[in-house]
């Protein structure tokens, strides 16, 4: 059975504190032989911080049905909108200091 098959037998509800969704720019993953851990999170350049918004918890295998929908997806992203690129160098470079 699919995966679209095998969800429409459920009901999906979306808790009231979700509901608005966090916005994340960094992902740290760790893992031990149970499980994975996502922490979610915001870098704030003018901060110089990364504060976490959400820790989730996955067995093994459920990370790596995550990393494959996740594949699929993007996929299915770039083949209507185009390539996506990626060049972190940037994406964490300390604010530029402003002169006055």
């Given at each position: 059975?699919t995966?679209?098959?095998?969800?429409e037998k459920?009901?999906?509800e979306?808790?009231?504190?979700?509901?608005?969704?966090?916005?994340?720019?960094?992902?740290?993953?760790?893992?031990?032989?149970?499980d994975f851990?996502?922490?979610?999170?915001?870098?704030?350049?003018?901060?110089?911080?990364i504060?976490?918004?959400?820790?989730?918890f996955?067995s093994?295998?459920?990370?790596?049905?995550?990393?494959?929908?996740?594949?699929?997806?993007?996929?299915?992203?770039e083949?209507?909108?185009?390539?996506?690129?990626?060049?972190?160098?940037?994406?964490?470079?300390?604010?530029?200091?402003?002169?006055?």
């Amino acid at each position: 059975m699919t995966e679209e098959k095998w969800i429409e037998k459920f009901n999906v509800e979306i808790e009231d504190s979700a509901k608005r969704g966090e916005y994340t720019n960094f992902v740290r993953i760790q893992h031990s032989p149970l499980d994975f851990r996502l922490d979610l999170a915001r870098v704030v350049q003018e901060d110089r911080a990364i504060y976490v918004h959400s820790r989730v918890f996955m067995s093994p295998q459920h990370a790596k049905l995550f990393l494959q929908a996740l594949q699929d997806n993007v996929a299915k992203y770039e083949k209507q909108f185009g390539a996506i690129a990626v060049g972190t160098e940037r994406l964490f470079e300390a604010p530029s200091k402003q002169k006055h």
